[in-house]
Each structure stands twice: as structure tokens, then as C-alpha cells.
């Protein structure tokens, strides 16, 4: 089968083209074959050896973890073959996703809702999981509550922008002027252009903050979060002065990390099936393009998500 290796960490020319056997699966496992493969930040950081690089010990590295396609042979009860499934198979870990075939663990996946596309299916997962896990499992998000999207136009933005709003609460979230109307469109109730104004300036009596930037956003969210309220950080560390003024404020400050999760993804399907959450995938990539996908999500600017088809 056609499959993407890296056999040292580095730049995205380390990804490598190669011909590989078919995977063998386990016991509670589904042979998928893939049409489609969502990308995400965290490809490149453990291409570079960050992200999840420590949690990989086989070599060569098969990156990626979204996955969406049709299940070819299975030792679950779950799934037969011919399912049509989705989902973030074995993070953090090995997903092995930039692959023609995938050994998916059965409780990872769940089966794609018939509505949607493969690559919407695929887009859907470990950026949908992060914000649907932070909204639900670190942090139960409520009807009327005010909840900020810290990168709202992104992967993990653009479905958590929809996912609070499923959950009745008055969103805000911030982009560049570019990506307003695509913010508004996802349901937010505000859009504020942090190129043009300094968040703390106009939002206020916040309970929830999603934040998917750095340290310093952290920080300076904690200036418009009420006591009592959380912030959520996915993407950088908690300083001493976070915990310092978190503390002082009587803010809950937590950061988090994605696991795949079946259940979670059952769930992701409900909204997508029934309307609730879209997909907005903004390129699409063949495999054998796959180092400008890395390049493309390695900018920081792309809008919705980036999806990759063997
Ligand atoms: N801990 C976890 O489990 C977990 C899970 C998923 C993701 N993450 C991390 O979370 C981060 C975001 O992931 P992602 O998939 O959403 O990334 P992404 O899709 O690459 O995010 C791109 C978006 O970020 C926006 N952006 C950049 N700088 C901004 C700023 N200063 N203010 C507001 N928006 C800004 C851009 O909008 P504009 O062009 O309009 O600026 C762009 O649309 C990554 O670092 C990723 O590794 C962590």
C-alpha cells in the first residue's frame, strides 16, 4: 500500500514516499481503507520531534491520526465490513494514518454519518474531539453562559465556535478581519478582529475561554474571565504568572490534551448528521502532496481544516 514514512524528525521534505504491506489487525481492531486523512499542528510539531514524537517508539513513523473511509475486514463486533467509519485512531500514539490502509482500534472510530463526506468525516476529528472534550468533559459549557474561542477560524475553533453555541451559550470569538464573516457564519454571536483591537478592551464577564494560542493570550484571557470562570489551554504551557493571577482571581486554569475516544466521536457524529456542526475544509491534498499540506497547516493561517486523499 501507498504510505507516507519519516525516519528522522525534521522538515517536511524528511516525508518520505514508500510502498509498505497492508497492516495486520488485532483483536478488536477494523482493517480500514482510507479516502481521506485530516491534518493537523500537531503533524508537523512531531514531525520536528515535538507533539506527540515521545509517545512514538516504532520506526519508521507513520504520522497522522484522522481518518475516515470504508472498513475492509474486522475482529469487532462493532463493525462489519463495508461500515463506512471516522475517527482519531490511537492518540496520543501511533495513528499511522498517511496510509492507504489503517488498523483502527474499534473503540477509536464510530460509523460516518451518511449526509457527509469523507473528507468532511475526516476533518471532524481531532480538532472536533479537542473542543468537543473541552466543552464537555474538562468544562461543561451551559445555555447563556459567555464562552471566548481564542482562534476561532481554525481547526479546533471553527467547531467549537458551533459546539458552544449547540450548547446555548452567547459565543465570542476572535481572527483576523479576513475570517470575520466566516466566524459569524459558524453561529458566533461576536467577531473581534485581535489585529484591530485588544480583546480585554471590549469583552468582559466571561465564564469560559477556549485557548488555542499561546501563553501570553492565556494570560491576558485571565483579565476578562469572571471568578468562579475557566480558561482552557491547548496549545501552550501554564506559567507561574497564570497560576499566580488565576489563583488571585479565583479562575480555573487547565490544560489539556485530546484522546481518541469512540464515544466522543458517536456524539461529534450526532451534531454532524443532524446539522449542528459543519465541516469547513479549505484544501484539499494528495498524498503524494503531502509536504505542502505540512507546509500549508505549518503557516498558522489556514481556515477550517486541511484534508489529504490517497
Ligand atoms: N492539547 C490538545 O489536545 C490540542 C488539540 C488540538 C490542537 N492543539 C493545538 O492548538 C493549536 C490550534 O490548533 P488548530 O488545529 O486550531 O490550528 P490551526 O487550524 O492551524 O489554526 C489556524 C488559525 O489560527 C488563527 N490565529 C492565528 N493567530 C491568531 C491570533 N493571534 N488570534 C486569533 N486567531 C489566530 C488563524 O486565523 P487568522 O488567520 O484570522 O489569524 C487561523 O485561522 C495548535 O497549536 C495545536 O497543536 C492542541
Given at each position: 500500500?501507498?504510505?507516507?514514512?519519516?525516519?528522522?524528525?525534521?522538515?517536511?521534505?524528511?516525508?518520505?514516499?514508500?510502498?509498505?504491506?497492508?497492516?495486520?489487525?488485532?483483536?478488536?481492531?477494523?482493517?480500514?481503507?482510507?479516502?481521506?486523512?485530516?491534518?493537523?499542528?500537531?503533524?508537523?510539531?512531531?514531525?520536528?520531534?515535538?507533539?506527540?514524537?515521545?509517545?512514538?517508539?516504532?520506526?519508521?513513523?507513520?504520522?497522522?491520526?484522522?481518518?475516515?473511509?470504508?472498513?475492509?475486514?474486522?475482529?469487532?463486533?462493532?463493525?462489519?465490513?463495508?461500515?463506512?467509519?471516522?475517527?482519531?485512531?490511537?492518540?496520543?500514539?501511533?495513528?499511522?494514518?498517511?496510509?492507504?490502509?489503517?488498523?483502527?482500534?474499534?473503540?477509536?472510530?464510530?460509523?460516518?454519518?451518511?449526509?457527509?463526506?469523507?473528507?468532511e468525516?475526516?476533518a471532524?476529528?481531532?480538532a472536533?474531539?479537542?473542543?468537543?472534550?473541552?466543552?464537555?468533559?474538562?468544562?461543561?459549557?451551559?445555555?447563556?453562559?459567555?464562552v471566548l474561542i481564542q482562534a476561532g477560524a481554525g481547526g479546533v475553533g471553527h467547531y467549537a465556535i458551533q459546539i458552544a453555541k449547540?450548547?446555548?451559550?452567547y459565543v465570542i470569538a476572535t481572527s483576523s478581519e479576513k475570517n470575520k464573516k466566516f466566524i459569524l457564519s459558524l453561529g458566533a454571536d461576536e467577531h473581534i478582529d485581535y489585529k484591530a483591537v485588544?480583546f480585554?478592551?471590549v469583552v468582559?464577564?466571561?465564564?469560559?475561554?477556549?485557548?488555542a494560542?499561546?501563553?501570553?493570550?492565556?494570560?491576558?484571557?485571565?483579565?476578562?474571565?469572571?471568578?468562579?470562570?475557566?480558561?482552557?489551554?491547548?496549545?501552550?504551557?501554564?506559567?507561574?504568572?497564570?497560576?499566580?493571577?488565576?489563583?488571585?482571581?479565583?479562575?480555573?486554569?487547565?490544560?489539556?490534551?485530546?484522546?481518541?475516544?469512540?464515544?466522543?466521536?458517536?456524539?461529534?457524529?450526532?451534531?454532524?448528521?443532524?446539522n449542528?456542526m459543519r465541516s469547513h475544509i479549505s484544501e484539499?491534498?494528495?498524498?503524494?502532496?503531502?509536504?505542502?499540506?505540512?507546509?500549508?497547516?505549518?503557516t498558522g493561517r489556514t481556515v477550517g481544516k486541511i484534508?489529504?486523499?490517497?
Amino acid at each position: 500500500m501507498k504510505a507516507i514514512i519519516l525516519n528522522e524528525f525534521g522538515p517536511a521534505s524528511h516525508l518520505r514516499f514508500a510502498d509498505l504491506p497492508v497492516p495486520q489487525i488485532n483483536d478488536e481492531e477494523v482493517l480500514v481503507k482510507i479516502n481521506a486523512i485530516g491534518i493537523n499542528p500537531v503533524d508537523v510539531k512531531t514531525r520536528q520531534g515535538k507533539g506527540a514524537a515521545g509517545a512514538i517508539t516504532e520506526s519508521p513513523i507513520i504520522l497522522g491520526w484522522d481518518i475516515s473511509g470504508e472498513v475492509t475486514e474486522s475482529q469487532s463486533s462493532r463493525f462489519k465490513k463495508g461500515d463506512e467509519v471516522f475517527g482519531m485512531v490511537n492518540f496520543p500514539g501511533h495513528g499511522k494514518a498517511y496510509a492507504e490502509y489503517v488498523a483502527a482500534p474499534a473503540g477509536h472510530i464510530t460509523l460516518k454519518p451518511g449526509n457527509i463526506s469523507h473528507d468532511e468525516a475526516a476533518a471532524a476529528c481531532l480538532a472536533a474531539l479537542t473542543a468537543w472534550q473541552s466543552m464537555t468533559e474538562h468544562f461543561q459549557v451551559k445555555k447563556n453562559q459567555r464562552v471566548l474561542i481564542q482562534a476561532g477560524a481554525g481547526g479546533v475553533g471553527h467547531y467549537a465556535i458551533q459546539i458552544a453555541k449547540h450548547f446555548g451559550a452567547y459565543v465570542i470569538a476572535t481572527s483576523s478581519e479576513k475570517n470575520k464573516k466566516f466566524i459569524l457564519s459558524l453561529g458566533a454571536d461576536e467577531h473581534i478582529d485581535y489585529k484591530a483591537v485588544s480583546f480585554e478592551d471590549v469583552v468582559s464577564d466571561i465564564d469560559f475561554v477556549l485557548n488555542a494560542l499561546s501563553s501570553d493570550i492565556a494570560e491576558r484571557s485571565l483579565s476578562v474571565i469572571k471568578q468562579g470562570g475557566t480558561l482552557i489551554n491547548i496549545a501552550s504551557s501554564t506559567t507561574d504568572a497564570i497560576q499566580e493571577k488565576s489563583q488571585m482571581k479565583g479562575i480555573k486554569v487547565l490544560h489539556t490534551m485530546v484522546k481518541s475516544n469512540g464515544k466522543d466521536m458517536e456524539q461529534l457524529a450526532d451534531l454532524l448528521e443532524n446539522n449542528k456542526m459543519r465541516s469547513h475544509i479549505s484544501e484539499v491534498f494528495a498524498l503524494e502532496d503531502i509536504q505542502k499540506a505540512h507546509n500549508s497547516i505549518e503557516t498558522g493561517r489556514t481556515v477550517g481544516k486541511i484534508v489529504v486523499k490517497p
